[in-house]
């Protein structure tokens, strides 16, 4: 074994006992304690069957909204395709705080639609439904339209040519080439919806919508139980795995799309039935998705000036320090686990390798953040603030986005890459630093981008960790928002959407 | 021709080299090329042409056998300490790198100042006709050029040894032509003991000075032998 390949495995292997360990203490705790405790068994069951059915709906939801909306855009002509692909890549992105305020502004009772059904009420399932298909719709969007992209439109010539309809090409040919991502993305959305905590928290609006993440987090913030919240993640965790092991890729989600391959076969014949599907698609589209961006521009842009100036300049300088000790620290390690799963000759250890890579997905944060808390308490006092304890967590949760990126740049270089470097008298460590590294110089930049993004939005871990000193804009904004100054959290909303828009514009620029 | 690296001559055998798993292998009694010579290796698709060179370039691990270039062993060197240069069928450019970036990598990674890069590679630049492309990038190059870089960069660092797996299949029949030609002086002039696999009877025929078939990982013969 060559030494750099023996530095990574070590760094990915404590990085793996380092997240394994926690989430073992987690069940024993879980086996041990079932037997002691004595919360009402009924509650903990109605938790359970709620955040498994909120997850299911919003699933489903976000999946049929998401799936049309893959198909019009990559099957169809319809204008502002790259306009829905961008918003589709800042909505996965977007931190749920955001979200969950802009939802309100636009469906709660005073809001610019809410105000005309007044008796539907945002808080509970309208809420946790829009809060979740604002989110998810993008991962069909990706990963469906991707694979429509992708596949070849021979068969349907051939279906079509031999007199089948449209619809029974699309259900008997089309579906079956795309139906493999459309269960990835719904077993996806699924475990992210199962860990769902502030479109639930926000959106839900009291004890009937609790669901596990939530529950997790009132017991050890509220109720400091951590023997329940140990009991609680244990569920949780079960449940995210099971739904991890049948989504099989749960990292599959691009950034960007790769070029048609094949002309379009279900464009509509006539200019009526186009200009139909056009706004359709854009008036469902507006209403889900660009109002709610909108309202919040609108709104905060117009009440920055409330803040002051030292508290954002504060605040910004603390989340851009956490966020890039997140992304150095996710990048770092997703680039060790990819250079294994390239470099390691064994199939099994890289199937390993790239396995444990993505399995933080199934974990969330609140959920990680309990098992860290029960294994080792003093991770809440580590660096000032607990930081290191939110920076563990946080990465562990940019690891599998990272893993994807660096996994997907390392295959592009090509073995005679390799052989050719070698040939020349390269040695490992010379192939890494002249080859490898300047090669995956834009895959650096969108991992710690991606990392920066996701510390800037995160909220689950920072609450768990939090004291009263110094916040990023997400705790910032929970806090306004706990003191119903909505004015001022707008702002705050945008404040922290701008830092992510130039962010994500940074890494664009970089890339091109 | 200035180039990196004492001229070394001698020859390239190859003897009792068996590669591979279970399910295919390769297995090659006695093959030796002089320096000077080019032995030319034909063979249907997956009959292990392609795995012979990886093997020879240390890219394969052998289940047995040796090769040997005088009296060193090399089977028992790391690729990169085999001082074998081998051109593949794609350029395999460094696209972080320019054109004399490329041809000078050899030279960076034995740590040589920058301006000892320049004098060894700008002659190789020249003679390949690629020195108004030095600072342009691959991605800007077409397939014949960017094959040309890959062969200076292959012959700048002036091993002894080079393999060519079938250098020439991307390029159209003209540029195939001056590129053959141009091959040929170099081994010639620079005395390299070559190994080229091509599917293209044309290279073989002007090319090698020796040619063996390969079916199923084994020499089925000898097909021409010029004396």
């Known amino acids: ?512 | 021709m200035h180039f990196f690296g004492e001229r070394v001559m001698g020859t390239l055998t190859i003897k009792n080299l068996r590669v591979g798993r279970d399910s295919f292998q390769i297995f090659v009694k006695n093959i030796s090329v002089q320096s000077g010579s080019i032995l030319g290796v034909v063979g249907k698709s997956g009959s292990g042409k392609s795995t012979l060179l990886n093997a020879i370039a240390g890219f394969e691990t052998l289940s047995e056998g040796e090769i040997h270039f005088n009296d060193t062993n090399l089977s028992s060197l790391p690729p990169e300490q085999r001082r074998i240069a081998i051109v593949f069928q794609r350029p395999a450019l460094f696209p972080h790198l320019t054109v004399l970036g490329n041809v000078c990598f050899g030279l960076k990674i034995k740590k040589h100042s920058e301006s000892v890069q320049k004098e060894l590679a700008i002659p190789w630049l020249k003679k390949l006709g690629i020195a108004d492309l030095a600072d342009r990038y691959p991605h800007s190059l077409s397939g014949g050029e960017a094959q040309r870089v890959a062969i200076a960069r292959a012959l700048v660092v002036g091993f002894p040894i080079l393999l060519l797996d079938e250098p020439f299949s991307g390029l159209d029949v003209e540029l195939k032509s001056g590129a053959r030609k141009a091959l040929k002086e170099l081994v010639d002039e620079l005395k390299l003991a070559a190994i080229l696999v091509s599917h293209d009877p044309t290279d073989i025929e002007e090319l090698a000075d020796e040619v063996c078939t390969l079916e199923k990982g084994q020499i089925s013969g000898w097909l021409k032998k010029k004396s």
């Not at chain 1, 449940?239 to 790769?258: D, P």
């Open chain 1, 1 to 512: 074994m060559n030494k750099i390949l023996f530095v990574f495995s070590i760094v990915s292997g404590a990085a793996l006992v380092l997240f394994i360990l926690p989430l073992l203490n987690l069940f024993t705790q879980f086996l041990t304690i079932t037997n002691s405790l004595h919360e009402d068994w009924a509650v903990l069951l109605r938790i359970t069957f709620f955040t498994c059915e909120q997850a299911l709906l919003s699933s489903f939801v976000a999946g049929v909204f998401g799936c049309a909306l893959a198909f019009i855009c990559f099957e169809t002509r319809v204008v502002g395709v790259k306009v829905i692909a961008i918003l589709s890549h800042v909505t996965f992105f977007l931190p749920a705080l955001i979200v969950a305020l802009a939802i309100v502004g636009v469906w709660g009772n005073h809001g610019w639609v809410g105000k005309f059904f007044p008796e539907s009420g945002v808080y509970g399932w309208l809420g946790i439904l829009l809060g979740h298909l604002f989110f998810n719709f993008s991962v069909y969007f990706r990963l469906v339209g991707q694979s429509l992209l992708e596949s070849e439109k021979s068969e349907e010539k051939v279906a079509l040519s031999l007199g089948a309809n449209r619809w029974v090409v699309f259900w008997s040919v089309t579906f079956q080439k795309i139906k493999k991502s459309v269960i990835q993305s719904f077993f996806l959305v699924f475990i992210y919806c199962l860990s769902s905590f502030v479109i639930i928290l926000i959106l839900g609006g009291g004890p009937r919508f609790t669901s596990l993440e939530v529950a997790i987090y009132q017991a050890i913030k509220v109720d400091f139980n951590l023997k329940l919240a140990a009991l609680l993640a244990s569920i949780q965790l079960l449940f995210c795995f099971v739904a991890h092991l049948f989504s099989g890729t749960a990292s599959e989600v691009r950034i960007g799309f790769r070029p048609r391959l094949q002309e379009l076969i279900y464009q509509c014949r006539t200019g009526v039935g186009e200009k139909l599907v056009f706004a359709v698609t854009w008036f469902f589209f507006c209403l889900v998705v660009l109002l709610p961006m909108i309202y919040l521009f609108v709104k905060g842009g117009t009440s920055i000036s409330k803040l002051s100036p030292n508290d954002i300049l504060g605040t910004l300088k603390f989340s851009i320090l956490l966020g890039l000790k997140v992304a150095i620290v996710s990048s770092f390690l997703a680039f060790s686990s990819a250079y294994l799963a390239r470099h390691f000759r064994s199939e099994k250890v890289k199937r390993w390798v790239s396995f444990s890579s993505i399995l933080p997905v199934a974990v969330s944060n609140m959920v990680f953040g309990a098992a860290l808390l029960t294994w080792a308490p003093s991770f809440r006092d580590l660096g000032s603030e607990g930081l290191w304890g939110v920076v563990v967590i946080q990465a562990l949760s940019a690891l599998p986005l990272s893993f994807r990126i660096f996994s997907e740049s390392f295959s592009k270089i090509e073995n005679e890459i390799y052989f050719s470097a070698k040939s020349l008298g390269a040695s490992h460590s010379q192939l890494l630093t002249q080859v490898e590294l300047p090669m995956l110089k834009k895959s650096i930049a969108s991992s710690i981008v991606t990392g920066l993004g996701i510390s800037l939005g995160e909220v689950g871990a920072l609450l768990l960790f939090e004291s009263s000193g110094n916040a990023t804009f997400s705790i910032w904004l929970f806090r306004l928002m706990g003191k119903y100054q909505f004015g001022e959290a707008n702002a705050v909303g945008v404040l922290l959407l701008f830092t992510m828009v130039c962010i994500f514009l940074v890494k664009e620029s970089w890339e091109h």
